[in-house]
């Protein structure tokens, strides 16, 4: 009978009978074509069975379902799953009832065992029906004739038995019920659903050892090999078809598996040569409830872990200065300071976003990262960008990592985003104030999900970091103006430092100069006993710094370059600095230092109009008694602005708060 219409991809079912079984497959199995690929085959036996390992080696079967004396011999001699119609009490009692309807003389013959259910059935009823096992046609054969010779009328049995009576002359009643039938072709299916996620789940690990750069190799209880990658392979120098059911020690004795299956202990990292290789070897047992029933052997090519491991120091040390600072970095002894680093170490306590403001160069990632290294996450990375240095694609592929594919240039794997790459540690945000509009949505989203979906991603990826960001935009300014949003602010600015600029701390200013002027001359290789110059301090006292530390370590820097180590006269050292750092000269000779001003001769203060104001002398020109009132009076003329005061009177910040508070 040819096959029912098959759906590709449905498993592959052989419904093997012969006569009434296989007109019972027949009317059943349309209602199953949807859920596997049925063929009728009218087949017994070695014929059934020569077909079958055919067909299962070319791929093309999935499960066998037959019965009786043949489904059972096709068990014993076929690898495919032999699914059997089992025929029930049920199913003998009705087959009897319906035979002694027929005729008295009736007798059951069944395959192999008989069936309690029927001498119960017999005494109950006081009914004597004769009951025959058979094992072989040959058996079947001689037990319906013999029957016939009895007189018996009526043949209750499988199909065999069945085609037999009704050869002879006698009347077959067939054993199997609709719904055995039904059951046996049901319990295919799922045998086939079964034997497909098996095999599916072997050809995954089978794909994983392949491509494994370590060598595998599985055996049995008996040390004979199951399972040999490609890498085992190229180890050993012999083909996995030529290796698999071999012993392991015959092909390299000193990798024998005995003792670890005896023992049942495994052996982890042992170093041996293997040809011309050193080579890492575990030895691992495989075991279930009953015992031990294997073992598992790895190669792992000693000088690939070396390069691992040189691979993975390297990535050590360009992580380390990741975090080159600590609070003990901010230097200065000003209140607004201490103040300073006092909140940091509060703030670092805790987990909550941290907004740092102030102006550019005023040392805002120091603090930060002075924070993670006061925090409970320090021994995590940190992980620093400048919102403000990407073009807004670029950053967003940078925050939030791609998948394979997201779009043209992407790395073949994809890649982590920072986000990703900061996971238990600090992501710091520099210039946050400058993100586009589009990403601002993205990293509030990040913040409220604590999850990031990476570009072209369909699944989210769940991150742990504390974030610190900073900027020096007037982010509530940003905010009335449309240009940063609103909830993104409140979000971000939960704890908020301000770092003062070095202007609004000019006390700290001769500490960080002689700091910076010392850091210089080690990172240049110079010598200087005397420190800073005199004259340049007095120059760098009244400078309004704009470019705040940054600023002054470049000018430091300038100046190591400049004087060190060399016998420079005051004057000739005036001159080299204003060749060297013209903007702490200016054009306002009031900037000057004391000796290079006469103490005669009032300033010119230019004036709208290429007009000269007279706002007083320099202080080195003014008695002692008097300096206070001086100082008050160009205090008076400048508007109250003491930057402007100190360039007039040739002093600094801290000179001209001492003399007011001497006065």
């Not at 087949?43 to 004396?69: C, N, Q, T």
């Not at 170490?345 to 002075?370: F, M, N, P, W």
């Amino acid at each position: 009978m040819p096959p029912t219409v098959s759906s590709p991809g449905l498993p592959r079912i052989w419904a093997l009978g012969i006569s009434r079984l296989q007109r019972a497959f027949a009317e059943l199995i349309p209602a199953y074509s949807h859920l596997a690929e049925f063929r009728i085959v009218g087949r017994a036996y070695d014929s059934a069975a020569d077909a079958i390992r055919r067909e299962a080696r070319e791929g093309k079967l999935d499960v066998v379902v037959s019965g009786g004396s043949n489904g059972a011999y096709l068990r014993q001699h076929v690898d495919v799953p032999v699914v059997l119609v089992k025929v029930t009490g049920f199913d003998v009692m009705s087959a009897l009832a319906t035979a002694r309807r027929i005729s008295p003389n009736v007798a059951l013959v069944t395959h192999a065992s008989t069936y309690a259910e029927v001498d119960e059935f017999t005494r109950a009823f006081s009914l004597s029906i004769p009951a025959y096992t058979y094992l072989t046609e040959d058996d079947a054969t001689a037990r319906v004739q013999t029957l016939k010779q009895e007189g018996v009328k009526v043949v209750v049995g499988p199909g065999l038995v069945t085609d037999l009576a009704d050869r002879l002359g006698l009347i077959g009643v067939f054993l199997y019920s609709g719904n055995s039938v039904r059951m046996a072709l049901e319990d295919a299916i799922e045998a086939a659903r079964l034997r497909r996620i098996e095999s599916g789940r072997r050809d995954y690990v089978n794909n994983i050892l392949a491509h494994l750069n370590e060598g595998v190799a599985a055996v049995d209880g008996e040390g004979r090999i199951q399972s040999f990658n490609p890498a085992m392979e190229r180890f050993l120098g012999t083909p996995a078809a030529s290796a698999v059911g071999r012993k392991l020690q015959s092909l390299s004795p000193g990798l024998s598996l005995d003792d670890v299956i005896q023992t049942g202990a495994k052996e982890l990292e042992a170093i041996q040569k293997v040809g011309d290789r050193m080579v890492v070897v575990n030895r691992i047992p495989l075991a279930n409830e009953s015992g031990t029933t294997g073992a598992l052997l790895t190669l792992q090519d000693a000088t690939a872990i070396q390069r691992v491991d040189r691979n993975l120091r390297s990535r050590s040390r360009t992580r380390l200065p990741g975090v080159r600072y600590s609070l003990e970095d901010l230097a200065g002894t000003s209140a607004a300071m201490m103040h300073v680093r006092e909140l940091a170490r509060r703030y670092a306590s805790v987990d909550s976003t941290v907004l740092i403001g102030g102006e550019s160069g005023t040392g805002k990632e120091v603090l930060a990262q002075g924070m993670h290294d006061a925090s409970p996450r320090r021994a995590f990375p940190f992980v620093a960008v400048n919102c403000a240095a990407f073009p807004e694609t670029l950053l967003e592929s940078e925050l939030f990592g791609y998948e394979e594919g997201a779009f043209t240039g992407a790395r073949r794997g994809g890649k982590a985003g920072l986000f990703e790459s900061a996971h238990n540690g600090t992501l710091f945000l520099d210039e946050v104030g400058d993100m586009p509009p589009a990403l601002q949505t993205r990293l509030l989203r990040v913040l409220q999900e604590k999850q990031v979906l990476p570009i072209g991603g369909l699944e989210a990826v769940p991150v742990n970091v504390r974030v610190i960001a900073a900027t020096h935009r007037d982010l509530v300014q940003r905010v009335s103006e449309g240009t940063f949003r609103q909830d993104l602010y409140y979000r971000l600015n939960i704890l908020r430092i301000e770092v003062p600029p070095l202007r609004a701390r000019a006390e700290d200013l001769p500490e960080l100069a002689e700091l910076l002027y010392r850091r210089a001359l080690e990172r240049l290789g110079l010598e200087d006993h005397e420190g800073l110059p005199q004259a340049a301090r007095a120059r760098l006292a009244g400078y309004h710094w704009p470019g705040n530390i940054r600023e002054l370590e470049n000018v430091t820097e300038r100046i190591a370059v400049l004087v060190a180590g060399r016998p420079l006269e005051p004057a000739e050292l005036l001159r080299e600095l204003q060749a060297a750092v013209p903007e702490l000269f200016g054009d306002d000779l009031g900037a000057m230092p004391d000796a290079a001003i006469s103490v005669d001769e009032p300033v010119q203060e230019p004036m709208r109009g290429g007009r000269q104001r007279r706002v007083g002398r320099s202080l080195a020109g003014v008695a002692q008694a008097s300096e206070a009132e001086h100082i008050r009076r160009v205090l008076a003329e400048c508007g109250g602005d003491r930057n402007a005061a100190c360039h007039i009177l040739g002093i600094s910040p801290t000179t001209l708060w001492r003399r007011l508070r001497a006065a």
